[in-house]
């Protein structure tokens, strides 16, 4: 909201460091045990047992299968993240992650529709970066010819980009071998992401983690980094001090669009391996709160990433005991991020 | 005649719009933005169409919609106003929020009946030739819909409410100087915006739809906040844009059944495609109508 580059923090100042960490877990944790109460709460008058449905969470995420699942549910969620932490620190709100992963997944997909044998793999993931940096160039385009704010206009893009994968799959790209929903043919064996030795995570974590780090470099060490945190501190001094601020947010967004793109394509060719109605299940929406989680530091992102994923898989727990709706964890990640954004007061970025 | 008969859809298509377009331009002359109308409508679709299965009334179940869209406007006005968290990802996560929510508690009203508004044509008018076809065949809801955006026009515009409101969103230090809170009166916009918003989710489901389905406001309310952004925050245009919207969406299924074979999704996209483009050839000349506490907000 206010463009201030840093909130010095009076009370902060005078206190010493390990009272302020001490101050901060605190407030943590009992932002995430109120949302966890109220959590319970809804599960009680929904006429379900919530210790049981709470336990039954915990005991799901940490069964082996499920260490293996969260590790793959978090793989798109970390890139999904940086979409939104890289254009944030340039004072862009990155909403499209959706629909960036979706063309991402598109264009991944038709390169591997029309790239046959082991070649196709990089091919399929630059392509998907490029389509997620094409579909948030349009907001970025739309931020600094017209001036309508990237928040609108990359959830809008976001329907737009369902629709345009739901076309494909149900016309020119429709698997005519297929039964059942309509999807495009699946991708050969050797298109699809190695795993890595002796588990059944695929090799697209290592990218999102060489992705994370990367960020973290750049914003952390580069002159990049810091152009881009002094656009987003105060766009009219930086225009003052001379940096090129269009430039600066254009490959903000470009740059956070690639990520998510790129996310889309891992998540093709590491789980989905063909396009399919339903194919992100809010994956571009939950990363985006995962970057909140993170106040939009890159490494704190990867670890919110993984408990958001972790969450995900628990929740399977609530719909296999509990017969609750898969949505129903959607419920527990929005009190969660409410209480962080409302009762962390650091959370304002 | 398919004009007609797009147009009248976008009537009856675009009222639900129409509702959360004026609770978010309530919101935004207040210098709020709340990116979870999409929330508020579907929180108020189940809220309204549960309550209307319940109680068989679907009125009392439209006054439950517009409480259910307004409690979780209240979520919004406290972590935004009270708490100083940011208004986008907060809005967002009201949409998590009502996603997750209606399905938690809506799983049981899916496919289940209840009793909605049934289309009433209004008596001579509604005989009129193409004008009495758009407007004056529909349900109950949709002509008290038509009264909506005057009564906002009026109320922003003419009464001392509206002026403290416009006050809020247009330097809310001058109201700060004269004794008002402009966080209160900001909370209350974004409450009643939120209600508002509620009450087209209601209309969505009682009026339109005449079902509950899991996520099936499908982007209406993210519509919605566009469309204040490019009717320049005015109620009126509001509405026009509301009914442009509901044409839109109505396109497809006047086709379909004149046996025009068009791909769904190519229609599907088109309203959102098309606020995009008015968006982009509005933006700068409507942004300069926007009050002045979200020109912050925006332009961060």
């Known amino acids: 909201m206010t463009a201030t580059l840093t909130r010095p923090a009076v009370a902060d100042r005078t206190a010493s460091p390990v009272r302020t960490a001490l101050r901060t877990a605190a407030r943590w944790i009992g932002a995430l045990a109120g949302a966890v109460a109220l959590f319970a709460v809804l599960l009680l008058a929904k006429g379900v047992d919530p210790v049981a449905a709470l336990t039954g969470m ?32 340039a004072g862009l709100t990155n909403v499209g992650g959706e629909g960036q ?13 029309s790239v046959p044998g082991p070649a196709a793999l990089p091919l399929m993931l630059l392509a998907g970066a490029g389509g997620g940096a094409l579909w948030a160039g349009v907001a970025a385009a739309m931020r600094l010819v017209v001036g309508v704010n990237e928040a609108v206009t990359t959830l809008l893009l976001n329907y737009v980009a369902l629709d345009v994968m739901l076309y494909l799959i149900y016309e020119p790209w429709k698997d005519p071998h297929g039964s059942g929903q309509p999807a495009t043919r699946p991708l050969e064996i050797v298109q699809r992401m190695p795993l890595v030795s002796g588990t059944a995570v695929h090799m697209g974590i290592v990218v999102a983690l060489l992705v994370a780090v990367a960020v973290w470099l750049v914003l952390r060490g580069t002159s990049f980094g810091f152009h881009l945190s002094v656009v987003g501190g105060n766009p009219e001094a930086a225009r003052r001090a001379g940096l090129p601020v269009a430039r600066l947010i254009l490959a903000a967004m470009l740059l956070g669009g690639a990520f998510a793109g790129l996310a ?4 093709l060719a590491g789980v989905e391996f063909k396009l399919r109605p339903g194919l992100t299940t809010n994956i571009g929406y939950i990363a985006f709160l995962a970057a909140w989680l993170a106040r939009h530091r890159p490494l704190p992102a990867v670890g919110a990433a993984l408990l958001l994923a972790a969450v995900t898989v628990a929740g399977d727990s609530l719909q296999l005991d509990s017969g609750l709706p898969a949505a129903t964890v959607n419920v527990l990640m929005g009190l969660v991020l409410l209480a962080v954004l409302g009762w962390s007061r650091h959370a304002r970025r | 005649m398919l004009v007609v008969d797009v147009l009248a859809g976008g009537v009856r298509g675009g009222t639900a719009i129409m509702f959360a377009a004026l609770g978010e331009t309530l919101a935004e002359r207040a210098g709020v933005v709340n990116l979870g109308t999409e929330g508020c409508m579907l929180v108020g679709a189940l809220g309204g169409y549960a309550v209307a299965a319940e109680t068989g009334s679907p009125w009392l179940g439209l006054l439950a919609g517009a409480l259910a869209g307004a409690l979780l406007g209240l979520v919004h006005a406290a972590a935004v106003l009270w708490r100083g968290a940011d208004q986008f990802a907060t809005g967002l996560t009201l949409m998590f929020l009502g996603l997750g929510l209606t399905s938690l508690f809506g799983a049981a009203y899916v496919g289940s009946p209840a009793p909605g508004f049934d289309p009433v044509p209004v008596p001579v008018l509604g005989d009129l030739p193409i004008v009495g076809e758009i407007l004056f065949r529909h349900d109950p809801v949709t002509y008290l819909s038509f009264a909506v955006a005057p009564l906002l026009w009026f109320l922003l515009g003419r009464t001392r409410t509206g002026l403290l409101v416009r006050t809020a969103g247009e330097r809310a230090d001058v109201l700060h100087a004269h004794g008002h809170s ?4 900001r909370a209350a916009a974004v409450v009643a915006g939120a209600g508002l918003a509620g009450l087209g989710g209601a209309q969505l489901s009682t009026a339109y739809a005449h079902a509950w389905f899991e996520g099936m406001t499908a982007g209406r309310g993210f519509i919605a906040v566009a469309l204040v952004i490019f009717a320049a925050w005015r109620p009126l245009w509001v509405m026009a844009g509301s009914y442009l919207f509901g044409a839109a969406l109505a396109v497809a299924p006047a086709l379909q059944a004149r ?34 506490e979200l020109r912050r907000v925006f332009a961060r």
């Open chain 2, 182 to 185: 402009p966080a209160l009166v």
């Open chain 1, 264 to 267: 889309g394509a891992v998540h």
């Open chain 2, 259 to 292: 046996g025009q074979a068009l791909n769904q999704f190519a229609l599907d996209a088109l309203p959102f495609v098309i606020t995009l483009v008015i968006l982009a050839i509005l933006g700068r000349r409507t942004l300069r109508a926007a009050p002045e």
């Open chain 1, 58 to 89: 915990v005991a799901q995420a940490f069964t082996g299968p499920s260490l293996e699942q969260i590790v793959i549910k978090a793989t798109p969620l970390v890139l999904g993240a940086m979409a939104v932490v890289l254009p944030a620190r």
């Open chain 1, 101 to 113: 992963i979706l063309i991402g997944a598109v264009a991944g997909a038709g390169v591997g529709l």
